[in-house]
């Protein structure tokens, strides 16, 4: 039986975002990812964290469905999705699969800082044009061969927290750019055709400057390009984030993702960018929630239909989860209205305040779920063992770990730029 059309979302159900009026486009994207998620994705999830492989088969769903262009503009024949529409729709796909969300978040942020956060960062007109010449050939790989892009800015320093330039550098040769270095934790490792890479340019000066970071992309199959390192982590084991080495990679002027300096003036212009991992970690605390509710009721299919809902411990612990997701919901709702070039100090705020709540809250939520629903719950054939495992991971990711977001928070209350004690 279908469930009946809510009036104000105009879906017969009810998004891992909550309710609110959404765009005819934002409607169609929304009913697709849910349908994706719910009639293939959860199916699959065991197996990709059983074997720590990566969802190739979701990504050809991903791919036959337009998703993998979702964020390219119209004009260059993607869906034109702007970012707040990409981060309802990736906590819908991450409420059926974290991994699959998780690593298309990585393959759509080579898209959206090339295109709706490009087109917000100044640019002189011959910075602009250049962009505009190279974004051409990165969206088309993309909408032509349906091409998957990883991101991978983790170098085990202090870059990936922002706090020291990138260690992988790229030298300035005739017609491109030769690449050294290594990275680790390369989600979609294996899986990806293009790397987009952070690096530092190597100016010759053995100064390397944090606004001298390149954004490039390595062809998967470019000579002293490798893979490398096991896999075997505790939760998101579909994202396959392992070690990558560059030695002396070359690869043509085209491959720059952004004209020099820009990525450094966007990660300065548009702090939502490292928002985009939070999504994620919303639909897999709304996956653990959902559980709770049906498994309570006596509800799960393949289940014997035992109900647990009468005991008023279950029902308090059941509403303190609506509570904390509730809160998540809106903070998330308002942070990606909100988002934009050069926010305000408040804004930035409930932006920190945002990822914080998401990325911890997922864990609570999944903590309390299996403290709630009991020993039965947490065998490994149902999926609430697996959403504690991943609910653990977001916390952890750079640049905006728990810890980090609240040094931040803390120090940008108390300090404004430039201020400093005796
Ligand atoms: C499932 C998953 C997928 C990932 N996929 C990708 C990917 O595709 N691409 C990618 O680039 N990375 C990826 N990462 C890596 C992630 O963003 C982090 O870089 C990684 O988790 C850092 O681990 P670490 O042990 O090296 O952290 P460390 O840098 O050793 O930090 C440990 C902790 O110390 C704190 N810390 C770090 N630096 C500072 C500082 N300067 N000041 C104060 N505190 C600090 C942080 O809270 C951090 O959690 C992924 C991580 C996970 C869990």
């Known amino acids: 039986m279908n469930n009946p059309v809510n009036p104000t979302t105009g879906l017969d159900f009810t998004p891992a975002v909550g309710d609110m009026p959404f765009t005819p486009l934002q409607r169609e994207l929304l009913a697709k990812a849910h349908a994706l998620g719910r009639d293939k994705f959860a199916a699959r999830a065991q197996q990709w964290d059983t074997e720590a492989s990566f969802p190739f088969a979701n990504y050809d769903d991903l791919r036959e469905a337009g998703f993998l262009k979702l964020c390219v503009p119209t004009s260059h024949g993607g869906l034109g ?190 702090p939502a960018m490292f928002f985009t991992l939070s999504p994620t970690y919303l639909g897999v605390a709304n996956a653990a929630y959902d559980f709770t509710v049906m498994y309570l ?49 408040d804004e930035k705020m409930r932006l920190y305040a945002a990822h914080y709540s998401v990325m911890e809250g997922a864990n609570d939520i999944a903590r309390l779920a299996i403290r709630t629903c009991g020993g039965q719950s947490m065998l490994k054939h149902l999926p609430l063992e697996r959403l504690y495992r991943d609910s653990r991971c977001g916390a952890l990711m750079l640049p905006w770990t728990a810890e980090l977001i609240l040094d931040r928070m803390g120090r940008e209350t108390l300090y404004e730029p430039g201020e400093k004690d005796e």
């Open 81 to 270: 999705a702007d970012y707040t529409t990409y981060m309802m729709v990736a906590a819908e796909i991450g409420r059926f699969c974290g991994a699959t969300a998780l690593t298309w978040n990585m393959h759509i942020c080579s898209t959206m800082w090339t295109g709706v956060l490009a087109d917000g960062i100044p640019m002189t007109d011959a910075e602009r044009s250049e962009h505009a010449a190279r974004r051409e050939l990165h969206f088309g790989r993309i909408v032509n061969d349906g091409a998957l892009y990883a991101q991978p800015f983790s170098e085990g320093t202090a870059a990936a927290a922002g706090r020291a330039p990138f260690g992988t550098t790229a030298k300035k040769v005739d017609g491109g750019w030769l690449i050294n270095g290594k990275k680790i934790w390369a989600s979609l490792s294996g899986a990806a055709d293009y790397y987009g890479v952070l690096c530092t340019e190597d100016k010759g000066d053995h100064h390397p400057d944090a606004r001298d970071t390149l954004y490039i992309s390595v062809p998967a199959t470019s000579a002293g390009f490798s893979i490398s390192g096991d896999w075997d982590p505790l939760g998101m084991r579909g994202t396959v984030s392992r070690n990558l080495a560059f030695k002396d990679v070359f690869v043509s002027d085209a491959e720059q993702l952004m004209p020099r300096g820009i990525y450094f003036k966007g990660a300065q212009t548009w």
């Open 297 to 345: 009721r006596g509800e799960v299919p393949g289940e014997p239909p035992i109900k647990r809902r009468q005991f008023p411990t279950k029902q308090i612990a059941v509403a303190q989860m609506r509570i904390q997701l509730e809160n998540m919901k809106s903070l998330f709702a308002r942070a990606i209205a909100e988002a934009k070039p050069n926010p305000s100090k």
